[in-house]
């Protein structure tokens, strides 16, 4: 199957900072996505990108879709305590999703 | 107003037991997915209904068997389980042109002891 490197694993951070994440791919794919799962619940799409190059934003957070379609990243300012969860990107293909393994995030008060 | 629900949200059964999961989802989608996430979070596709036809079955052992009565159920049933078989079992659905937004149901955590 595709496999999507995402990075950090994890990460603490202090209210208030802004924070980055990114996916790699060995494969293109034709969109990107990044989810979010808050603790005990499912996933919940945040941003969908559907161009090579294109940025996007949703509140605080951006989310850029890589020239060579292999990569991704998610921006996202000025942290609040409700940021914390995990964040997943996916590459849709052969309608399907293939998951990263996720960026778990913990914001310090 | 749940778009996609689940039941049960906790099962906890013995090793061998057959067990079965429930979905449904009320937002008029075509589609509907099974999702295994495991305990590092890794959320892998198992399968994949459209309009109650199987579309995507990824490598899943035979043990498992996914069910569609209609567009808006996809049931999960599991024979004989095994310790490997815990974990956290989400279903989703969308339109079939709208594979990028799927709408997750809050999960069925499942523990086989």
């Known amino acids: 199957g595709q496999q999507l490197n995402q990075s950090p694993q994890s990460m603490f951070i202090q209210e208030g900072e802004d924070v980055s994440m990114n996916c790699t791919s060995s494969s293109i794919f034709n969109t990107w996505l990044w989810y979010k799962q808050d603790p005990g619940e499912g996933p919940v799409l945040l941003i969908a990108l559907y161009k090579a190059g294109e940025l996007t934003s949703n509140g605080r957070l951006t989310a850029q879709f890589g020239i060579t379609r292999k990569d991704s990243f998610l921006n996202i300012s000025a942290s609040i305590p409700s940021d914390v969860g995990i964040y997943f990107c996916?590459?849709?293909?052969?309608?399907?999703?293939?998951f990263g393994a996720g960026t778990t995030v913990t914001v310090r008060a | 107003d749940t778009a996609v629900s689940q039941t049960p949200k906790y099962l906890v059964t013995q090793m061998g037991n057959d067990k079965s999961i429930k979905c449904e989802q009320n937002?008029?989608?075509?589609?509907m997915y099974w999702y295994k996430q495991d305990s590092k979070k890794f959320l892998k596709i198992m399968f994949s209904y459209n309009n109650k036809e199987l579309i995507i079955n990824e490598t899943v052992p035979n043990r498992f068997s996914p069910k569609s009565p209609d567009k808006a159920h996809l049931n999960l049933h599991i024979n004989s389980l095994e310790l490997g078989d815990s974990a956290v079992y989400f279903c989703a659905s969308s339109q079939m042109d709208r594979v990028e937004t799927q709408y997750f149901g809050p999960g069925t955590r499942l523990l086989v002891l």
């Open positions: 937002l008029g989608h075509d589609t």
């Open positions: 996916a590459g849709q293909g052969d309608y399907k999703l293939s």
